[in-house]
């Protein structure tokens, strides 16, 4: 069985530039996570999904950030524009629902300089 | 909002010997529970999980962990390490209240050979 699926795995951009990270979660998972995982800490959730709809957005900096899931499948969450502190690895997660176990995808690890 | 405490940033230990890493958490409700490893370069993968019945589970590798709701707490424990234990573990809790997964800090386990 395929695990989740992140790209890129590295991303280096400049301050004010936007960036993109994609997530195919494993086939059949209706739930879908977004987290952000600073160094030394633990992953802090972002954004969930249920199918195509964001059950739970409260964390995440609607300013700056936007995510989707399209056909409740494939998700693409975006920076724009970056700033230096958005640094850190951003990892997706999907479940069967939401009380089940998450699958980690490998993260995608941005550098704003 | 929930909170997940581990009680040690990092552990050094030898081959062989055993290893208990502390978790509290903060909510009194329903809750399910985790413990995520991460092993030098790899993405967080599930070591075991409480959802209900005994309070003591086994997980991959021969590590376990006992709930003990009394104490709010989620202990993990491996009689004998490996220097291939060495990794980041991380324990997480979801409440019924709001299927939100929160994580704690993480431990970071050293194993000398």
């Known amino acids: 069985e395929a695990g989740v699926v992140q790209s890129p795995r590295y991303k280096i951009i400049e301050k004010k530039q936007p960036v993109a990270f994609w997530c195919n979660p494993i086939?059949?998972?209706?739930?879908l996570y977004w987290y952000l995982q600073n160094l030394g800490q633990g992953p802090e959730l972002l954004i969930r999904?249920?199918?195509?709809?964001?059950?739970?957005d409260s964390q995440l900096p609607k300013d700056r950030f936007s995510a989707e899931r399209l056909k409740g499948v494939d998700s693409t969450l975006k920076i724009q524009p970056a700033e230096l502190g958005d640094s850190a690895v951003y990892l997706c997660?999907?479940?069967?629902?939401?009380?089940?176990?998450?699958?980690f995808g490998p993260g995608t690890r941005l550098t704003v300089l | 909002a929930q909170s997940v405490s581990q009680h040690n940033h990092h552990v050094i230990l030898s081959e062989a010997a055993s290893l208990e890493l502390g978790c509290n958490y903060s909510y009194g409700g329903t809750v399910n529970l985790f413990w995520y490893v991460q092993y030098p370069g790899q993405h967080l993968q599930l070591l075991l999980k409480y959802f209900s019945g005994d309070p003591l589970v086994k997980g991959i590798k021969g590590f376990e962990a006992e709930f003990i709701k009394s104490k709010f707490s989620f202990n993990l424990r491996k009689p004998s390490v490996q220097w291939s234990d060495t990794a980041e573990y991380f324990c997480a809790v979801i409440s019924a209240n709001d299927y939100k997964l929160s994580f704690g800090a993480g431990t970071t386990v050293t194993v000398r050979a």
């Open positions: 999904y249920e199918n195509e709809e964001a059950v739970d």
């Open positions: 086939s059949g998972h209706n739930t």
């Open positions: 997660a999907s479940s069967l629902t939401s009380v089940n176990e998450q699958f």
